[in-house]
């Protein structure tokens, strides 16, 4: 696998675990009936932090993947919300 690979891989899980986290903390939402992840515009990121810290420092094997890097988790966080819709299809 070539480096650039494993970055761009690394980066992906990274993004994928801040939207679990997202998601667990209301900081994104799942819509009931399509099942999209959007942005309800609630702004819980403080929420979303805390909960990532909290497994960080408990060496949680879902967040192994930031390595003990809380800055490249806050990172993925704000980067997952960046990147998901405010509203799905639904509404
Ligand atoms: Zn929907």
């Known amino acids: 696998m070539s480096w650039a690979t494993e970055v761009l891989l ?6 994928s675990v801040a939207t679990d986290l ?3 903390t209301g900081l994104l ?3 009931e009936i399509c099942g ?3 942005d309800p515009l609630e702004w819980r990121f403080v929420e979303a932090y805390k ?6 420092s408990n060496h949680a094997p879902e ?8 800055r490249a988790m806050t990172d993925a ?6 990147e998901a819709p405010t509203s799905c299809r639904c509404y």
């Open 29 to 31: 939402r799942r819509c």
């Open 51 to 56: 909960a990532g810290n909290a497994l960080i």
């Open 77 to 82: 966080i704000k980067q997952a919300v960046d």
């Open 22 to 24: 997202s998601l667990l």
């Open 10 to 15: 690394q980066h992906e899980s990274r993004i």
């Open 36 to 38: 999209a992840i959007f």
């Open 63 to 70: 967040v192994e993947v930031f390595g003990g890097d809380r």
